[in-house]
């Protein structure tokens, strides 16, 4: 568990300042995922970041949650994994075909 999200971020928030909060006291960040709208490319106000270990993980939410990142109150947890493999909408079809029904 390397993953964490945090979340009530401001609007304003850059994945470069909270990769710097989540790097405070030594830990290693390796990815920042910043959730942007695709309409309007402003930040949804979540992200999720990939820490270099899960002792990293675990010092970044104890000391992150509940702080203050511009102007907000953060939450940050570890991130829920998703169950099983996440397929298409034509996986769920079956056969990559229209409404699940066969194609002959």
Known sequence: MNRIYVGNLSRET???QLETACAG???TVSKVLLKMDASS???RGFAFV???S???ATAAIGAL???QLDGRTIKVAAAKELP???GSWRDAAGEGGGRGRPRW
Do not use: K, N, Y
């Open 54 to 56: 899960p002792e990293d």
């Open 25 to 27: 006291g030594g830990r």
């Open 65 to 67: 949650h509940g702080t």
């Open 14 to 16: 850059t994945a470069a």
């Open 50 to 52: 990939d820490m270099g």
């Open 41 to 43: 490319g402003t930040s």
């Open 84 to 86: 099983g493999p996440r």
